[in-house]
């Protein structure tokens, strides 16, 4: 895809400044609360760009064959490639489910996409990396998040924030791993 590279980086950066605009605005205690609000479009341009980003990266990445791990049971390989394309995909659920739903099936689909979609977009930034700041990044990621969500110690919009950060920065890290072709 041509200028694949410059359209991730771009998307990236659109990504953040969004979510950081929704965390300092701080109408609602998470990002997911923006759905079904007037300020809705906030929460479905950033979920887009963070979506369309990974599943452009998954098709274009230099490294996308690469073996990041394997189930044992199954013995089926999972690659670069496909965990950010699987990633892409998990964040659109997050965004086809609004937590604020009246239906209680919808919340709780929520709740189950964006924990998967966490997890294995940091799920890359281990696997792939497989450095000391990898581990760091998705450790701090991960308590970051828990942190907001199991224990309060500020909004969840911040935990989510963190998040992005980590996943965003791992991307531009690989930045120059994305084809322009």
């Known amino acids: 895809m041509k200028g694949a590279r410059l359209l991730v980086l771009i998307l990236n950066d659109i990504a953040l400044g969004l979510a950081t605009i929704m965390v300092v605005l701080n109408l ?23 979506s369309t980003s ?3 990266r998954g098709f274009t990445f230099y490294d996308r064959r690469q073996n990041l791990f394997f189930f044992p049971f199954t013995k089926m390989e999972v690659r670069v490639g496909q965990l950010n394309i699987i ?6 659920g997050v965004l086809c489910t609004p937590v604020t739903h009246p239906f209680w099936l919808i919340p709780i689909l929520h ?10 977009a940091l799920l890359d930034v281990v696997f792939y990396n497989k ?31 963190i998040v992005a950060f980590i996943i965003a920065f791992n991307i531009w890290w690989h930045r120059n791993k994305i084809k322009q072709n």
């Open 28 to 50: 609602y205690p998470s990002w997911s609360q923006y759905a079904m609000t007037l300020e809705a479009p906030l929460l479905l341009a950033t979920l887009s760009c963070i």
């Open 54 to 56: 990974l599943i452009i």
């Open 87 to 92: 990633s892409g995909f998990l964040f659109i």
């Open 111 to 120: 709740l189950i996409f964006t924990p998967a979609a966490i997890i294995t």
């Open 131 to 161: 450095t000391k700041l990898a581990y760091l990044g998705a450790g701090v990621a991960v308590v970051g998040f828990l942190l907001a969500y199991v224990h309060e110690v500020y909004s969840i919009g911040l935990g989510e924030l």
